[in-house]
């Protein structure tokens, strides 16, 4: 699916920086607008990980990729 294959770029761009702080995302699946993401290493216990997800990788997907509406961690 071509959105799916859109969504991983912009994700693989964000990887470097969640790297960085020794964390990482992995796209797990895209359904009804939704684009579901699993954080792993450090960023799986961050305090800030609601604000990694809404003020970074969802506002990031969702200016990039009209179809995004919203991005939900799971576990």
Do not use: W
């Not at 607008?33 to 969702?62: F, N, Q």
């Amino acid at each position: 699916m071509e959105i799916e294959k859109k969504i991983e770029e912009e994700i693989n761009k964000i990887k470097p920086f969640l790297q960085s702080d020794g964390g990482d995302i992995e796209f797990v699946k895209f359904e009804n607008g939704i684009v579901y993401v699993r954080l792993t290493g450090a960023c799986s216990h961050c305090p800030m990980i609601d604000v990694t997800i809404k003020d970074g990788v969802e506002e990031i997907l969702v200016n990039e990729i009209p179809e995004v509406k919203s991005v939900i961690k799971v576990d």
